[in-house]
């Protein structure tokens, strides 16, 4: 068993839809957790940090987490074309010096106009 | 701020063969880290550095692939011999190194095997 599941998608949603992204992972050790944006041929980028549960906005974007149940979302209301890409939630424990990310396989987002 | 700089981009080699990727993380950030995102996968850490220390490279193929980083800032990462499932995107990032939570990733390096 994969310590981060992911859906690979791929998903297709009209321009203005509300996405929902999700993983589930079995680390109990995880405490910090984030999704990453990964447009074709380039390098993933931060796009939300959350720390332990809760609820996290900015902008367009919530990130939850729910530890209890293991599994962490991402919303993307009003999408945008320029929202294609690849959602990658990445996690790792609470320790210093131990900043190893667990990625999960990434879910491809297509927007469509 | 400049970013994360990896060179080549792309680079194409037949197995057997050895290679080479080169990377600078953002000024100042003593933790640098390789990973390897295979098509369809997401990224797998190969080895983390704080500075010239490895801290982890428990997932690197330490048979065929190595790893330095001189004076705390430049990278270089090699694989000798390549085989055909090294075809993949090598990815450097680099964060502080403190309890900062954000990795900053470079473009990364396609390998293509043959």
């Known amino acids: 068993q994969k310590e981060v599941e992911q859906d690979p998608g791929p998903l297709s949603v009209p321009e203005g839809a509300i996405v929902s992204l999700n993983c589930t992972y079995s680390?109990?050790?995880?405490?910090?957790f984030m999704w990453y944006r990964q447009y074709s041929r380039k390098g993933p980028e931060l796009l939300m940090y959350?720390?332990?549960?809760g609820n996290k906005e900015d902008g367009r974007f919530t990130a939850q987490v729910d530890k209890s149940s293991k599994y962490i979302s991402l919303f993307i209301r009003d999408s945008q074309p320029s929202d294609s890409a690849t959602y990658l939630c990445?996690?790792?424990?609470?320790?210093?010096?131990?900043?190893?990310?667990?990625f999960g396989t990434g879910t491809r987002l297509t927007i469509i106009p | 701020e400049a970013g994360v700089a990896q060179s080549p981009r792309y680079k194409i080699i037949e197995k057997r063969q050895s290679v080479a990727f080169w990377c600078n993380p953002i000024?100042?950030?003593?933790?640098l880290y390789w990973y390897q995102q295979i098509l369809g996968q997401g990224p797998k850490l190969l080895i983390q550095?704080?500075?010239?220390?490895?801290?982890?490279d428990s997932q690197l193929p330490k048979d065929r692939f190595s790893a330095e980083r001189l004076k705390g800032v430049d990278s270089t990462l090699k694989i000798q011999p390549a085989k055909l499932e090294d075809s993949a995107v090598y990815l450097c990032?680099?964060?502080?190194?403190?309890?900062?939570?954000?990795?900053?990733f470079g473009p990364g390096t396609r390998l293509t095997v043959t």
């Open positions: 990032a680099s964060s502080l190194g403190d309890t900062s939570y954000e990795q900053y």
């Open positions: 680390n109990s050790a995880f405490q910090y």
């Open positions: 959350t720390y332990s549960s």
């Open positions: 990445a996690m790792r424990p609470r320790v210093f010096g131990n900043e190893k990310l667990t």
């Open positions: 000024s100042g950030h003593a933790t």
């Open positions: 550095f704080q500075n010239n220390g490895v801290v982890d």
